[in-house]
């Protein structure tokens, strides 16, 4: 299966407006496909994580088109975007986002809480997911109880949970060590690995790199370049 | 969701013990005060509720309870004459100096009631029986009297005497009556006694109470006997209300309790607001990533709702129950004054969810400009 799962043509975003307004998209033209896990890279400020969140929704674009799984996500209501995301998308920050008085197994619960599954039925699921991520042991646990690798593969659950077909990752590994790093992206490399999802990675290390299906180089609010697997690292690294 | 919004606030406990003591002490000053101000004003219809009688009547000019022009006795018949009354009896209500048998003084409430019908009697008899007020010199006295009177060394019984107007006075029997607005013991005795007892005056008579015929409207009575020349009657409810009323009008009570009250409002604005408002500005991250994970703008808003309304209803029950030991200590004592009605229950449930509401929309404002996007950066 190698169909387009996500499709970003002539994207243009501004931040501001009038003569003090900053062009983040110039244009952008931009495919991932299904079961496929692609990485965006390139220095900061050239408009990475702009690009990242306008694929999800997140932000709304000044013009161009934004496709995902079929669905025009720039003609759609702003409530049927979120509700889109709700159930399609699964995020996971570089910053993890848990909320410090939950625990693991409510922060893994919070997806499908959202979806409007029941209480019980959300944290069984969340278990389980937590379960294959290998933190069975820890679902009482609070955010703070947990080391950082821990803390992201818990993040990686809550993004997994809902079964999502798009999984948008910003930076996953900036807070990690090598070993735990390589251990969110065997995790998240093996969900990507279904026919039916499409893993999104904005990052700048370089030690995962090879995790990568394709890395499109972008600079200057453009993609400059879209490498097949390993050709960035003989390119660059 | 629900749960998981409680357990946020209830995360971060410095500043959940912040909210609930800043709206506890909101609730506790408005609850307290506001109840300390309405036993104030029973205090000022004491004699009205302690009299108890549906027609008051006096002088065209008297304009509360606790003042009284005095008339003449022959009022009490020009009363009797109208139409539809029942019945018409004198009452005499004085300020007087009772003297003890140590040569002290006590200011006292002299209050005479009909001699034949003993009409005004208090509610409750202590001990003694009221009829035996018609023996020589015999008076009953309150539980203010007792305390009072035992404070300057005095102890009042069956059987005590002291002085009234240089007159001997005899207890024989005690009573409990709702404290006056002065503070001074009400000492009961017959009219025509209470009389003998007052210093010598054309006009002695204070107050003439009357009762409508059954079928009678209270009103329109009252209404017919103020067309008497120089009389004015009025009913019990509305002499209570007036008497109130004039006591909102020309003093400053209302004015320095209702200072605290709005103190308590905006200490409990400011706590309550200004803590709430850094709660959610430090869960702004939060709640941007679960907009971005697709909870909804109206999901959002019913967890920062619920919150607020959680400490809310916790300060609100410290407070008034706060509120409510306070005046269980000092009901038992007599004072201050404290009369927690329903009303200001209701009012300060409102003005602290008012608080609460008001919190939550800043706060909320905080969250819905909050862009999913900002989880990113």
């Known amino acids: 299966m190698n169909e387009r799962a996500v499709m970003c043509e002539n994207v243009v975003k501004t931040y501001g407006s009038g003569d003090s307004s900053v062009y983040a998209l110039k244009g952008v033209d931009f495919t991932a496909n299904f079961s496929e896990l692609m990485m965006i890279v390139g220095p900061s400020g050239c408009g990475k994580t702009t690009l990242l969140s306008v694929l999800c929704g997140t932000l709304r674009i000044d013009s161009g088109r934004i496709v995902v799984f079929g669905n025009d996500l720039a003609t759609m209501k702003q409530h049927r975007v979120t509700a889109f995301r709700g159930a399609n998308v699964g995020f996971i920050f570089q910053q993890f986002n848990l909320v410090p008085h939950w625990t693991a197994l409510e922060n893994v619960s919070v997806p499908l809480l959202i979806n409007g599954k029941s209480r019980r039925a959300a944290e069984a699921a969340a278990a389980a997911v937590l379960d294959e991520v290998g933190l069975g042991n820890r679902i009482g646990s609070y955010p703070a109880e947990l080391s950082g690798g821990q803390q992201q593969r818990v993040a990686i659950a809550r993004a997994l949970v809902h079964d999502p077909r798009l999984i948008i990752c910003d930076e996953p590994t900036a807070s990690l060590d090598a070993a735990s790093g390589h251990k969110v992206l065997e995790l998240l490399r093996a969900s990507a690995c279904r026919n039916d999802r499409c893993v999104i990675v904005v990052t700048h290390d370089s030690r995962i790199f090879d995790f990568a299906d394709r890395i499109a180089e972008m600079e200057d609010g453009l993609v400059k370049a879209v490498h097949n697997k390993g050709e960035y690292r003989q390119l660059y690294v | ?377």
């Open chain 2, 1 to 377: 969701m629900w749960r998981l919004a409680l357990k946020m606030l209830y995360g971060d406990r410095a500043k959940f013990a912040m909210l609930i003591c800043g709206l506890g002490f909101c609730a506790l000053l408005m609850t307290q005060q506001s109840s300390v101000f309405c036993g104030i004003m029973m205090w000022t219809t004491a004699l009205i509720r302690n009299v108890n009688v549906p027609i008051w009547v006096a002088d065209a000019k008297v304009e509360q309870a606790n003042e009284s022009v005095p008339m003449r006795d022959i009022e009490v018949n020009r009363v009797k004459s109208v139409a539809g009354v029942e019945w018409a009896v004198p009452l005499y209500i004085s300020q007087l100096q009772a003297r003890l048998n140590d040569g002290s003084f006590q200011a006292i409430q002299l209050t005479g009631l009909d001699t034949t019908t003993l009409i005004g009697r208090p509610a409750k008899i202590t001990s003694g029986k009221l009829e035996d007020l018609r023996l020589p010199n015999a008076v009953f006295v309150d539980q203010v009297a007792i305390e009072k009177f035992h404070r300057k060394g005095q102890d009042l019984s069956i059987g005590s005497t002291f002085e009234i107007n240089d007159k001997e006075a005899r207890v024989v029997g005690t009573c409990e009556v709702d404290r006056s607005f002065f503070g001074q013991p009400y000492i009961y005795t017959t009219y025509d006694r209470a009389l003998e007892y007052a210093p010598p005056q054309r006009k002695q008579l204070n107050f003439v109470l009357a009762k409508p015929r059954e079928g009678v409207d209270g009103k329109s009575l009252a209404q017919q006997i103020s067309k008497l020349h120089g009389l004015r009657a009025i009913t019990q409810d509305d002499f209570f209300w007036q008497t109130i009323w004039w006591y909102v009008k020309n003093t400053g009570i209302p004015i320095s309790f209702g200072t605290v009250v709005l103190l308590g409002i905006v200490v409990g604005v400011a706590i309550a607001g200004q803590t709430f408002y850094l709660f959610v500005h430090e869960n702004v991250r939060f709640m941007a990533a679960l907009k971005a994970m697709g909870a909804r703008t109206r999901t959002l808003a019913g967890m920062v709702f619920l919150q607020a309304i959680t400490v809310g209803l916790t300060g609100y029950g410290l407070g008034v129950g706060a509120a409510a030991i306070f005046g269980h200590a000092v009901i038992k004592k007599g004072q201050p004054p404290f009369f927690m009605t329903p009303q200001i229950l209701i009012f300060t449930g409102v003005v602290i969810l008012f608080i609460c509401c008001l919190s939550a929309i800043i706060g909320l404002i905080k969250v819905v400009r909050a862009e999913p996007a900002m989880v990113f950066k």
